[in-house]
């Protein structure tokens, strides 16, 4: 499956200069607001967003959380080797991996990103310059889920014992 016409078009309208996003990620956990960066990383920013409007988010799941590092979801398989059938190339930037701090995942290969993204859950500068980060959660409520979500027992591969889901992305406009 490739998504990428359809997230193109989702996007046709995205004006970073004069609108600032946001997106709400409305989970089984609680609700996560995340404040987009464009200045960090404007095609990831649009990329994420096209996403949501296509519902390439809808009923995901977060596949794998690491208590004390990230809680990671985007995949559409939910095994952690899915995509949108394209990737995003790097936009390494100055944005610190911290606490609440979104960033995408990827393989070894710095270009690979496409549709699966991770937030921090503390402080990571071996990270730095080396993944995409481009957004942060926007209030302490978003954050404090993120950090619950964190702390979920998992099992093999850092898979949550129990089911940790996304039930809808929207993609606010301000």
Do not use: W
Not at 53 to 80: A, N, V
């Amino acid at each position: 499956m490739n998504c990428k016409a359809d997230v193109d078009a989702a996007v046709a309208d995205v004006d970073f200069d004069n609108h600032k996003y946001q997106m709400e990620f409305d989970t089984n956990q609680g609700t996560i607001m995340v404040e987009l960066l464009p200045e960090y990383a404007p095609n990831h920013c649009s990329n994420m967003i096209g996403l949501a409007r296509t519902g390439f988010y809808d009923d995901l799941i977060f596949h794998r959380i690491i208590e004390g590092f990230m809680i990671q979801g985007g995949c559409p398989d939910g095994t952690g080797m899915g995509g949108p059938g394209y990737n995003v190339d790097a936009e390494f930037n100055g944005l610190s991996h911290e606490p609440g701090v979104l960033s995408m995942a990827r393989s070894s290969d710095p270009n690979s990103a496409g549709s699966q993204f991770f937030i921090c859950l503390d402080k990571h500068p071996h990270l730095d310059g080396s993944y995409t980060a481009f957004g942060r959660t926007a209030d302490d409520a978003s954050l404090e889920v993120v950090r619950t979500i964190g702390s979920v027992a998992t099992g093999a591969q850092d898979r949550p014992v129990e089911e940790v889901k996304i039930n809808k992305v929207t993609v606010h406009q301000n």
